[in-house]
């Protein structure tokens, strides 16, 4: 198989692969009431308090679809807003106590789905790890604004 096709091959699987894994996350999460896009937020807002054009620019998405899954956040108590010293009119977005407990709680269940998988995968798997960020490198150049 020529390089070319080897790198559609791929993509094909990155992307089969990515909606599998979403399918089982959003199993897991909705009993929480939250779904996978949702689980991606509270995962930015565990390392640091972020606005919503903050958060847009670190999941690649637009800063409407994020201020939707925040504000879907808000209302389940998952989330608070503070005031923003550095800009007025964007305030930053923080778990609630409920918040971070409930991403706990997800983080746990994907912890346990990963080790179920990691016993169905070879143990070298550092190959496919070094293609897939040069992959999502290259892909990032070429993004608008990458």
Do not use: Y
Request: charged share 25%; proline share 5%; glycine share 6%.
């Amino acid at each position: 198989m020529a390089h070319q096709e080897n790198v559609e091959a791929l993509v094909k699987e990155v992307r089969i692969a990515s909606r599998r894994l979403a399918a089982h996350a959003g199993g897991l999460h909705a009993e929480l009431g939250v779904t996978p896009a949702m689980k991606g937020i509270l995962a930015v807002l565990d390392k640091a308090p972020s606005t919503v054009p903050q958060i847009s620019r670190a999941r690649s998405v637009s800063r409407q679809h994020v201020q939707k899954l925040v504000d879907g956040l808000w209302d389940r108590k998952l989330c608070v807003l503070r005031a923003n010293p550095a800009h007025a009119r964007s305030p930053l977005v923080e778990l609630s106590d409920k918040g971070r407990a409930v991403f706990e709680t997800l983080r746990r269940a994907e912890h346990s789905l990963v080790g179920e998988l990691a016993a169905e995968v070879p143990a070298d798997v550092a190959t496919a790890l070094a293609v897939l960020r040069r992959l999502n490198a290259a892909l990032l150049r070429r993004m608008p604004g990458g």
